[in-house]
């Protein structure tokens, strides 16, 4: 039997309870797709005593963000598109055409769709930069938006880093059965089907309740939900780290630091060896390679006790390090800023 989801067996979203049960209401009300793949991929790590949930902040960023933050929806749509094509995440890119679709500018949603680049010159520039997100130092100020519509665009971006890593890691690329959504009328239709709740507006940090203790945020979040919602998730991905022995998290944090955005080859492989260092591979190939990922690296770091909540803490510490090394270099100063 066929499975949207790859190394993980989820719940169904229709099991969910309590505050899990609350974020796909929401999700439902404020996304329009009541079961968005890449948040049930998360729900198999619910929170615990030693880590808190993945799923909640990872909605948190990308609603504050994209949905509720400043900014332009469909601004923000093509910010999110550029991220995931630099990526290579297939799944977030079509889906993100259709959005595009949903804000009403079909044109500009299906000149993406054929590889082609926005008439408007404003959207030209806002894909451009973010497709050099990705590169460490490649898309810092001036931005192609307003100042203060960096946390909408900002976070948009960042939250998408991580998600395009989680869908290439634990979610099939195929967004609709028989891969439909490459037919324009089938992208279309599914667009519109979402404009309604595209074009409403949507109140801004009413996700901020589902997180724990969040904290303020990073200071170009502006006192803005989006800070908070990024501090969550930094939190939650982070505490993955304790799945590795402190020489695997050194060596994934001295590779990540030295990372400059490049798609790794094929050929020689540039990872640990499975049968020497899985939990480091696993994390590395997260950042940098999540689509690379397959049954035999996980079997290799699978022990009795590492259950599929294990797993996907372990793939979104690496994800993270890498949406880390990309915020730090995003937002770090310029050297007119310095001097």
Same mark, same amino acid.
Request: glycine share 6%; net charge neutral.
């Given at each position: 039997?066929?499975?949207?989801?790859?190394?993980?067996?989820?719940?169904?979203?229709?099991?969910?309870?309590?505050?899990?049960?609350?974020?796909?209401?929401?999700?439902?009300?404020?996304?329009? &797709?009541?079961?968005?793949?890449?948040?049930?991929? /998360?729900?198999?790590?619910?929170?615990?005593?030693?880590?808190?949930?993945?799923?909640?902040?990872?909605?948190?960023?990308?609603?504050?963000?994209?949905?509720?933050?400043?900014? $332009?929806?469909?601004?923000?749509?093509?910010?999110?598109?550029? %991220?995931?094509?630099?990526?290579?995440?297939?799944?977030?890119? $079509?889906?993100?055409?259709?959005?595009?679709?949903?804000?009403?500018?079909?044109?500009?949603?299906?000149?993406?769709?054929?590889?082609?680049?926005? +008439?408007?010159?404003?959207?030209?520039?806002?894909?451009?930069?973010?497709?050099?997100?990705?590169?460490?130092?490649? +898309?810092?100020?001036?931005?192609?938006?307003?100042?203060?519509?960096?946390?909408?665009?900002?976070?948009?971006?960042?939250?998408?880093?991580? &998600?395009?890593? &989680?869908?290439?890691?634990?979610?099939?690329? !195929?967004?609709?059965?028989?891969?439909?959504?490459?037919?324009?009328?089938?992208?279309?239709?599914?667009? !519109? =089907?979402?404009?309604?709740?595209?074009?409403?507006?949507? %109140?801004?940090?009413?996700?901020?309740?589902?997180?724990?203790?969040?904290?303020?945020?990073?200071?170009?979040?502006?006192?803005?939900?989006?800070?908070?919602?990024?501090? +969550?998730? !930094?939190?939650?991905?982070?505490?993955?780290?304790?799945?590795?022995?402190? $020489?695997?998290?050194?060596?994934?944090?001295?590779?990540?630091?030295?990372?400059?955005?490049?798609?790794?080859?094929?050929?020689?492989?540039?990872?640990?060896?499975?049968?020497? !260092?899985?939990?480091?591979?696993?994390? /590395?190939? +997260?950042?940098?390679?999540? =689509?690379?990922? =397959?049954?035999?690296?996980?079997?290799?770091?699978?022990?009795?006790?590492?259950?599929?909540?294990? /797993? %996907?803490? /372990?793939?979104?510490?690496?994800?993270?390090?890498?949406?880390?090394? %990309?915020?730090?270099?995003?937002?770090?100063?310029?050297?007119?800023?310095?001097?």
């Amino acid at each position: 039997m066929s499975t949207t989801f790859r190394h993980t067996d989820p719940l169904p979203p229709k099991a969910a309870t309590g505050r899990v049960a609350e974020l796909y209401e929401q999700m439902a009300r404020d996304f329009g &797709i009541p079961e968005p793949a890449p948040f049930v991929a /998360l729900s198999s790590a619910p929170p615990t005593l030693l880590a808190p949930t993945l799923l909640a902040p990872a909605w948190a960023l990308m609603r504050e963000s994209l949905l509720a933050g400043p900014g $332009d929806r469909t601004g923000k749509e093509v910010a999110a598109f550029g %991220v995931s094509q630099t990526n290579g995440c297939r799944f977030c890119v $079509d889906a993100h055409t259709m959005l595009l679709h949903a804000t009403g500018d079909h044109d500009l949603a299906e000149r993406l769709a054929r590889g082609r680049e926005p +008439a408007d010159g404003q959207h030209a520039r806002v894909l451009d930069w973010a497709r050099r997100t990705r590169i460490p130092g490649a +898309a810092r100020e001036p931005y192609p938006f307003q100042r203060e519509e960096a946390p909408g665009y900002l976070g948009t971006a960042l939250a998408f880093h991580f &998600i395009n890593r &989680i869908v290439s890691a634990l979610v099939t690329e !195929r967004l609709l059965p028989a891969d439909a959504q490459r037919l324009r009328a089938v992208r279309s239709l599914a667009g !519109r =089907s979402l404009s309604r709740t595209v074009r409403r507006p949507v %109140v801004s940090g009413a996700s901020l309740p589902l997180l724990d203790d969040p904290g303020p945020g990073p200071a170009w979040a502006a006192h803005t939900p989006v800070g908070p919602a990024y501090a +969550a998730l !930094r939190t939650a991905a982070t505490a993955g780290a304790g799945l590795l022995a402190a $020489d695997d998290q050194a060596l994934v944090r001295t590779v990540v630091r030295d990372w400059d955005g490049s798609h790794p080859p094929f050929d020689p492989d540039p990872f640990p060896d499975r049968r020497e !260092r899985p939990g480091a591979r696993l994390a /590395l190939l +997260a950042a940098f390679a999540p =689509s690379r990922i =397959s049954e035999a690296d996980v079997a290799a770091w699978r022990r009795p006790e590492h259950t599929d909540h294990c /797993l %996907v803490h /372990l793939v979104a510490y690496g994800a993270f390090a890498a949406v880390d090394r %990309v915020e730090s270099a995003l937002t770090a100063p310029t050297v007119e800023e310095t001097s």
